[in-house]
């Protein structure tokens, strides 16, 4: 996830300065940001719930 992050910023350093239609190029980016933020948020609930159900299980099995 990190390096998927990376990659985008540095996509978005060159493609900013770059392109006269940068405000085209900003909004993608904030689009891929909250995208990627998104992603980040639905993994840490589906562990978050992986978690708690190994727990439950090991409660219930002892």
Same mark, same amino acid.
């Given at each position: 996830m990190e390096i998927g992050l990376f990659y985008v910023e540095r996509l978005s350093l060159f493609l900013i300065p770059c392109s006269p239609c940068s405000c085209r190029f900003f909004f993608f980016f904030v689009l891929l940001l909250s995208f990627y933020f998104i992603l980040t948020l639905i993994n $840490? !609930? @589906?562990y978050i719930y992986i978690y708690i159900c @190994? !727990? $439950?299980f090991l409660l219930m099995g002892i």
């Open positions: $840490l !609930y @589906i @190994i !727990y $439950l």
